[in-house]
């Protein structure tokens, strides 16, 4: 590996969020602490960095480098378990974590498998002088995962807290000593996403026999191709006439069958009086669906359901609003959204940062 500071070039950060000193000062304000001054600019330059080739290397430990979020409005979610773990650990001491990675570990205890984060966190330390501040190395074990159960809340392993002063290490800048330039590359997100399934035909067809129903014929089509390769659904927009004009409407995302299962029966027991006849398959970001609507169809194991837009919200006001006659007749409203794809990828694009970034006073 190649050391960072006589590869500036090669640098590749994500996800900065820069910082303004006006900023600045209310997060020392609120930690009531002053950062070196030297420091502030780093701060500001490199707030919420994230690395993709950029590791920190010191004795035997390596990690990914993440730089801290001062941006107010961030700060104290992102402080509050760091907080409570150094009023544990290291009570009556000012800490602030300004650099942090971890590594990811899969270990078993006796029968338990246990998947947890050897987490790094590089701190300022003005234990001694609120003003002045040393530079610690603390490193703790999290579980997050337990026999495949999520941990939601974060359990420390008792033993792994330990905390170091870092004697070479005076100011942010030294800290880029021990940087180094991996061989990662750039894994950009799409703009589009694998919707999967992972319901059997036999589950499918019997899911349908409950209910007395027959999905369309191109619905369960995409559901299979859904289950054996994935479906790629790109931003997509449906537009339909209101008195006034045209209304137009993201496509949503499908949700896969055992998400349909679970909404319509909580529909059936929350949403009182809800249509039994009513089958949410995608859903929009506003908390809204498009249903099957199979209402009305003496034989519903023969006919096609129509489309319906449930619009619902959390004090109870419902409607269902007539989308298309057939679930074809509902993809031929829908059209590739060239401009969010367009906007998407250039917000992907501006995401990243390449080489040293610029620095003010």
């Keep these: 590996?190649?050391?960072?500071?006589?590869?500036?070039?090669?640098?590749?950060?994500?996800?900065?969020?820069?910082?303004?000193?006006?900023?600045?000062?209310?997060?020392?304000?609120?930690?009531?602490?002053?950062?070196?001054?030297?420091?502030?600019?780093?701060?500001?330059?490199?707030?919420?960095?994230?690395?993709?080739?950029?590791?920190?290397?010191?004795?035997?430990?390596?990690?990914?480098?993440?730089?801290?979020?001062?941006?107010?409005?961030?700060?104290?979610?992102?402080?509050?378990?760091?907080?409570?773990?150094?009023?544990?650990?290291?009570?009556?001491?000012?800490?602030?974590?300004?650099?942090?990675?971890?590594?990811?570990?899969?270990?078993?205890?006796?029968?338990?498998?246990?998947?947890?984060?050897?987490?790094?966190?590089?701190?300022?330390?003005?234990?001694?002088?609120?003003e002045e501040a040393e530079f610690c190395l603390i490193i703790y074990e999290e579980v997050v995962e337990k026999d495949g159960i999520e941990i939601l809340k974060k359990e420390i392993v008792e033993g792994t807290v330990k905390k170091e002063k870092l004697e070479n290490v005076h100011s942010l800048k030294d800290l880029f000593e021990y940087m180094y330039i991996t061989d990662e590359k750039v894994e950009k997100e799409e703009v589009f996403y694998i919707f999967r399934e992972t319901a059997t035909e036999n589950e499918i067809k019997k899911f349908e026999e409950e209910l007395g129903i027959k999905f369309p014929e191109n619905y369960e089509n995409m559901l299979n191709r859904a289950r054996e390769e994935g479906v790629r659904l790109y931003p997509k927009k449906w537009k339909i006439k209101v008195p006034r004009g045209v209304m137009e409407y993201d496509t949503g995302m499908y949700i896969d069958l055992k998400d349909v299962k679970e909404t319509y029966e909580i529909f059936l027991e929350e949403h009182k009086p809800y249509p039994k006849k009513l089958i949410a398959i995608a859903l929009y970001g506003n908390g809204d669906y498009a249903c099957l609507d199979y209402r009305g169809k003496l034989n519903t194991t023969l006919k096609e359901p129509k489309i319906t837009y449930y619009v619902h919200d959390e004090i109870g006001n419902r409607r269902f609003i007539h989308l298309a006659d057939s679930y074809d007749k509902f993809l031929d409203m829908i059209e590739i959204d060239e401009e969010e794809i367009e906007r998407k990828e250039k917000e992907i694009e501006e995401s990243y940062f390449y080489g040293e970034q610029p620095l003010e006073d």
Excluded at 23 to 29: F, G, Q
Excluded at 48 to 74: G, H, L, Q, Y
């Design 1 to 130: 590996m190649e050391k960072l500071l006589e590869n500036w070039d090669k640098a590749i950060w994500e996800n900065i969020i820069k910082i303004d000193g006006k900023m600045l000062n209310e997060v020392e304000k609120k930690l009531k602490v002053k950062f070196p001054m030297a420091d502030k600019k780093y701060i500001k330059a490199y707030n919420n960095a994230r690395s993709v080739n950029i590791v920190f290397r010191i004795e035997r430990e390596e990690f990914k480098v993440d730089f801290s979020n001062f941006n107010i409005d961030f700060l104290e979610m992102n402080t509050k378990f760091f907080l409570s773990l150094i009023e544990t650990y290291f009570p009556s001491q000012k800490i602030v974590y300004i650099l942090s990675g971890r590594e990811k570990v899969n270990t078993k205890i006796e029968e338990t498998v246990l998947i947890y984060y050897k987490q790094y966190e590089i701190c300022y330390d003005f234990t001694k002088n609120e």
